[in-house]
């Protein structure tokens, strides 16, 4: 398994504002993962971010909007730019472990825009 | 039609019940499957994982796959109300993963 602390765990932001949401991991991890949970619908993929590199954009989510930092193997953030109601949703961050398809993911960050 | 189905409930049993959660699934690429807990305000919980057709047991918990109906199933048994909760059926190929949208159970005491 792995210990993912993930904060903050939820925040009421402003529309038109950033928030920027970190991930701790317990060791170190090639790739780290963004994920998205709205009400009712199931877990999207936003990106993947590998250390060194630049984060990969799943369709329908760009770089300017969801700007993702992975400066060592352990941590990582992902900020949600310029905020509107729509993005009020679940963020979770999730590593890979062991034959890299056990996802395991950190507690969350509950957004609510208003 | 979606990749990965799943009936959103919400299921709702006596403590002590069979609890039966399914997922269908579109892609028979598919190379392995897993079931996810999610406590109210948690991140989910890998609960099962299994990469074949058949049953695997872990407690009171049984996972089932059929390949060749693209069905998977989650069977809880002698449900508790800490079962309640919602579970996430997950599917991937590579490192390409699919969840269902969560079944939503309660166990009443």
């Known amino acids: 398994s792995a210990v993912i602390s993930q904060k903050p765990s939820r925040d009421i932001c402003q529309r038109g504002t950033s928030l920027t949401i970190q991930c701790q991991v317990d060791s170190q991890v090639t790739m780290m993962f963004w994920y998205r949970q709205q009400p009712g619908q199931s877990l999207t993929l936003i990106a993947t971010a590998n250390q060194g590199s630049e984060a990969t954009y799943e369709s329908g989510f760009v770089i300017d909007k969801f700007p993702i930092s992975r400066p060592n193997l352990t941590f990582s953030t992902l900020t949600v730019s310029n905020m509107s109601p729509e993005d009020s949703s679940i963020y979770l961050c999730?590593?890979?472990?062991?034959?890299?398809?056990?996802?395991?993911f950190g507690s969350g960050t509950q957004l609510s825009v208003l | 039609q979606k990749e990965v189905e799943q009936d959103p409930g919400p299921l709702s049993v006596p403590e002590g019940a069979i609890v039966s959660l399914n997922c269908t699934y579109s892609n028979s690429a598919f190379q392995y499957f897993m079931w996810y807990r999610q406590y109210s305000r948690k991140g989910p919980e890998l609960l099962m994982y299994?990469?074949?057709?058949g049953n695997k047991e872990d407690g009171r918990f049984t996972a089932q796959v059929d390949k060749s109906s693209k069905y998977i199933s989650l069977f809880i048994r002698d449900s508790q109300p800490s079962d309640s909760a919602t579970y996430l059926c997950?599917?991937?190929?590579?490192?390409?993963?699919?969840f269902g949208a969560g079944t939503r159970l309660t166990v009443k005491p």
């Open positions: 997950a599917m991937g190929l590579n490192n390409d993963m699919r």
């Open positions: 999730s590593v890979a472990r062991g034959t890299n398809e056990k996802l395991f």
């Open positions: 299994t990469y074949s057709s």
